[in-house]
Structure formats: structure tokens, C-alpha cells
């Protein structure tokens, strides 16, 4: 149990064009979805926190206007890249965290999304 | 200075070694403890959770020193099964519980 998915698992677009990433609890409702991105030998820093049905708490440093976050059910939320640019690729995680039933603090990770903006 | 902190290694080490790696944080209002695995180009896994008294799992151990902000993993007998990134992970319990994750350690089981 506990499967999160994420779509798409790789994409590569041109710069200035939007991509949108979703992210998928299969089998349980999460409350709580976390957004993570990762460069190369970096660790997983996190961008976003959403709610479902409430706006997003972004970390600081994050632009909430480019990196768009909808959490419209207890079972999906998407991440959406506007405008992207070569600095925006990366390695794109979702968790989902808030599963009833389970520690409040467990977290489940979605596979990841690559995006590499040409 | 990094919330989380770890060295990166890597640790090269034969089948069967005991290894150890360290982690140590930065915000003593950290209330959760984990360790992660990464292997290369996937999503982290939650290898387990560390508490104050300590806690095993299998060939794999974890000490947290709340006084001295460190954690710890051992692990026995290395499978090369084993070969992955480690991250150390903390929670401080606020924004909705979003985890901090250290940059983690390599690790390489050699035959």
C-alpha cells in the first residue's frame, strides 16, 4: 500500500513553454502533499507544501507565480513549471504525508519527474 | 550553516564490513529522526526511523544523541544490495511536517 505516482516520468521541453507535472496517491488519501526538487549531487530541497483545497506554503525562495501548485483532491496534486528555463532542470519528487491511519510524519515519495529545459 | 549535515564519502567497503555513517543537525527543535535510501536516479525510501533509545532493524541500526544533535547508521554485514545513497532526514515538526534532508552518503559493497 501507501503508492504515490508521479506523470510524467521524464520530460524535456524548450525554454519559455510550461510543463506540468502530476502527482498521484493510488491507494490511500493524503491531506498533505510535499513538492522536492533535486539537482545533481544536491539533496532534496523543499518547495512547496499543499493542503487539499487551500493554497500552497512555499518555501523561501521558491516564486509561487512560476512554480504553480493545485492540490484539488485528496488524491492529486500538480506542479506546474511556467515559463520554464535550463535553470529549471531538475528532479522533480512529490511526497504525500497526512495518511489517516498512519504517522502523521510518513511520507511516501513519488518516483520523481526529470525535466530538462533545452 | 546547513540544517542537516553529513559526510558525502563515498564509503567503499567489501561484502560482509560493518559500516557507520554520521549525521548531525543544526536545530535542536528537530523532533523527528530518519534514514533514507537513495539509489542513483530514484526517489528516496525510508529505510527507518530513529528514536532516543535507539533502534534496530535487521542488520541495520540507528543511535540518536539529542544532546549532541547526531544520528547514527551501522550496518552489518554488507550485501552488495546495499550500495546507495543514505540521507539523513529531520523533521522539526512544523510546516506540516516537510522534511529536511541532508545531502546523504555514498556507499559502495564491493564483491
Known amino acids: 500500500g501507501a503508492v504515490v505516482s508521479q506523470h510524467p516520468s521524464r520530460v524535456i521541453c524548450k525554454s519559455g513553454t510550461s510543463v506540468k507535472i502530476e502527482c498521484r496517491s493510488l491507494?490511500?488519501?493524503?491531506?498533505?502533499m510535499f513538492w522536492y526538487r533535486q539537482f545533481p549531487k544536491q539533496s532534496l530541497m523543499l518547495m512547496a507544501t499543499?493542503?487539499?483545497?487551500?493554497?500552497?506554503?512555499?518555501e523561501q525562495g521558491v516564486e509561487k507565480d512560476k512554480f504553480l501548485i493545485n492540490h484539488a483532491s485528496l488524491t492529486l496534486s500538480t506542479l506546474t513549471v511556467t515559463s520554464a528555463h535550463p535553470e529549471d532542470s531538475s528532479f522533480y519528487i512529490c511526497?504525500?504525508?497526512?495518511?489517516?491511519?498512519?504517522?502523521?510524519?510518513?511520507?511516501?515519495f513519488g518516483p520523481g519527474t526529470r525535466l530538462l529545459v533545452l | 550553516r546547513k540544517e542537516v549535515e553529513q559526510d558525502p564519502g563515498p564509503f567503499n567497503v567489501p561484502e560482509g564490513a560493518t559500516v557507520a555513517f554520521n549525521c548531525t543537525y543544526s536545530?535542536?527543535?528537530?523532533?523527528?529522526f530518519f534514514w533514507y535510501r537513495q539509489d542513483c536516479r530514484k526517489e528516496p525510501k525510508l529505510l527507518m526511523s530513529?528514536?532516543?533509545s535507539g533502534n534496530e532493524d535487521g542488520r541495520f541500526t540507528a543511535q540518536l544523541n539529542r544532546a549532541s544533535q547526531y544520528i547514527s547508521l551501522l550496518i552489518r554485514d554488507s550485501k552488495l544490495s546495499d550500495s546507495a545513497t543514505y540521507l539523513c532526514?529531520?523533521?522539526?515538526?512544523?510546516?506540516?511536517?516537510?522534511?529536511?534532508f541532508g545531502k546523504g552518503t555514498s556507499l559502495l559493497v564491493t564483491p
Open positions: 536545530n535542536s527543535a528537530s523532533q523527528s
Open positions: 499543499s493542503n487539499e483545497g487551500s493554497k500552497a506554503t512555499y
Open positions: 511526497s504525500a504525508g497526512g495518511v489517516a491511519g498512519l504517522t502523521q510524519e510518513t511520507q511516501y
Open positions: 491507494d490511500f488519501q493524503a491531506t498533505t
Open positions: 532526514v529531520v523533521n522539526i515538526g512544523d510546516s506540516g511536517y516537510a522534511l529536511n
Open positions: 530513529v528514536y532516543s
